[in-house]
């Protein structure tokens, strides 16, 4: 019974390729931007060092992606753990290879037991927020949409949710390979390698959960510099092997959110480098800049046996910082090439389309000590979209055992001063707003000045029912000096 099902289910798995071949005959580089064709697809997702295998298609498809969002805990370095936010439970996210002209259906979850919400920009989209402006996902709920591969080449992809950069510190992105017409040349090996800066308020291997260090992240000061988001994720046994004579093609994205990195392999030099992630090739290259938010595709040939470093040649990063993977190669001596030893890495979200003119003005107004009400609420309405309004929602109604209201908060109206402190050293676990129950996480806004503080607050207070009132930037000033008990602060000090 069993084998006739298996036999029969195959049967129609291989006319179902026969059809698609026949149907699907057009000229081999033409990409083809029309609808898509053949059975739907669902997209192969690997943890990183590993490649999904070629589309081996000639014809687009529609190809569906699910990729699902999980907070989790990891070790970043021997007897150091790190709170990472990740694409698919890795850093960097689950490799996701498509064909040019694939119609992409993607799914974004967030997992259920998650703190805060996640979208993401795939820098591989032609839309509006590469995605993002789509796809912001409350914990515990799904979002779809739909985009087409135009461009090939490989792009990075990272959470866009404010605030944008500590999402990408905390390990959100990975990279999308957008599949030439023709496919890639055959390779031996493909690897997936991707490099990030991580800001822990602990020094460089100092033991225990280390908590993310906001100051540390806008000052541009990482501790650690890594690839695939732990020291050793690449080295001793879980170092990348090749033969000698193979090929070895290594898809390298760079997270950042703040480093450009100097790849380099130690003793190799690239036969050829796919730079930018775009189509041009350069070809017997050393060392290749990637940007932050940005990828190469290099490949080389192994030629002589050994050990190969990986790194940032920023050099401290590599050997104080960890930024080290390695490249193992086996196989017979070659004396002829090499004897042996005669000696042994601003993105705006959805502010960029917000008239931030509101808020030059009020800063002036400030400046020459006549600051208007109006002026403040005008200043703090613009600022509330894509900052706050990411979570609280923009009529600042909140989402129901997720994100509290704004909107008539008792909380809010009861302490004024309170709620500064909760904008500027954040908050976490239980409170009750409006009699309903909320146990989540509200990180710093920190980054937010004194000013723009007090204008949000005045606009928040004078909108949607609630009582009124005014902030000041003294107040805010005196509130951000005076951090409150220690258990209350997300990051910890
Ligand atoms: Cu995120």
């Not at 002589?304 to 993977?325: M, T």
């Not at 990411?390 to 302490?415: M, R, T, W």
């Not at 029912?465 to 951000?480: A, L």
């Amino acid at each position: 019974m069993k084998t006739a099902r298996t036999i029969a289910r195959a049967l129609a798995l291989i006319a179902g390729l026969g059809f698609a071949t026949l149907a699907c005959a057009a000229p081999k580089d033409a990409g083809d931007f029309g609808p898509p064709r053949g059975p739907v697809i669902r997209a192969v997702l690997t943890s990183p060092p590993q490649v999904p295998p070629p589309t081996g298609r000639n014809y687009p498809a529609k190809v569906i992606v699910e990729l699902e969002v999980i907070e989790k805990e990891m070790e970043i370095s021997e007897g150091v753990k790190y709170m990472f936010w990740t694409f698919g439970g890795t850093t960097p996210g689950s490799f996701i290879r498509v064909r040019q002209g694939d119609t992409v259906e993607f799914h974004l979850k967030n997992h259920p037991g998650s703190k805060m919400p996640h979208n993401i920009d795939l820098h591989g989209v032609t839309g509006p927020g590469g995605g993002a402006a789509s796809s912001f996902t409350a914990p515990g709920h799904e979002s779809q949409f739909t985009f087409k591969a135009l461009n090939e080449g490989i792009y990075v992809y990272h959470c866009a949710t404010a605030p944008v950069g500590m999402h990408v510190a905390n390990g959100m992105y990975g990279l999308i390979l957008v599949e030439p017409p023709q496919g890639l040349p055959k390779v031996d090996h493909e690897y997936y390698v991707m490099q990030g800066d991580f800001y822990t308020t602990g020094k460089y291997r100092e033991k225990g959960t280390q908590p993310f260090d906001m100051e540390k992240a806008i000052a541009e000061q990482p501790t650690y510099v890594l690839f695939n988001g732990a020291e050793g994720a690449l080295t001793g046994d879980k170092a990348m092997l090749a033969k000698v004579g193979e090929k070895v093609r290594i898809f390298v994205g760079n997270g950042g959110p703040n480093l450009v990195s100097s790849f380099h392999v130690i003793g190799a030099i690239f036969d050829q480098v796919r730079y930018e992630g775009g189509t041009n090739v350069q070809k017997n290259v050393q060392t290749t800049l990637i940007p932050a938010g940005g990828a190469a595709v290099v490949t080389f040939t192994a030629k002589v046996p050994g050990s190969y470093v990986l790194v940032d040649h920023s050099i401290f990063r590599a050997f104080n910082k960890g930024a080290l993977a390695i490249l193992k190669i086996e196989g017979p001596e070659n004396k002829a090439i090499y004897s042996g030893k005669e000696l042994d890495s601003v993105y705006l979200g959805d502010r960029a389309g917000t008239n931030m003119a509101a808020v030059s003005r009020a800063t002036q107004s400030a400046v020459a000590g006549n600051l208007t009400q109006e002026e403040q609420v005008k200043a703090g309405q613009a600022l509330f979209a894509g900052t706050c309004s990411v979570c609280h929602q923009a009529n600042g109604a909140g989402l129901p055992g997720v994100f509290p209201p704004l909107a008539k908060s008792d909380y809010l109206a009861a302490d004024l001063k309170r709620a500064m402190s909760v904008v500027l050293h954040g908050l976490t676990g239980a409170v009750t707003v409006n009699g309903q129950p909320y146990n989540s996480v509200m990180p710093p806004m920190n980054q937010l000045n004194d000013d723009e503080v007090a204008n949000i607050l005045t606009y928040v207070m004078n909108s949607w029912g609630n009582p009124g009132g005014t902030v000041s930037k003294e107040d805010v000033r005196k509130v951000r000096a005076t951090p409150p008990a220690p258990a209350k602060s997300a990051t910890g000090h």
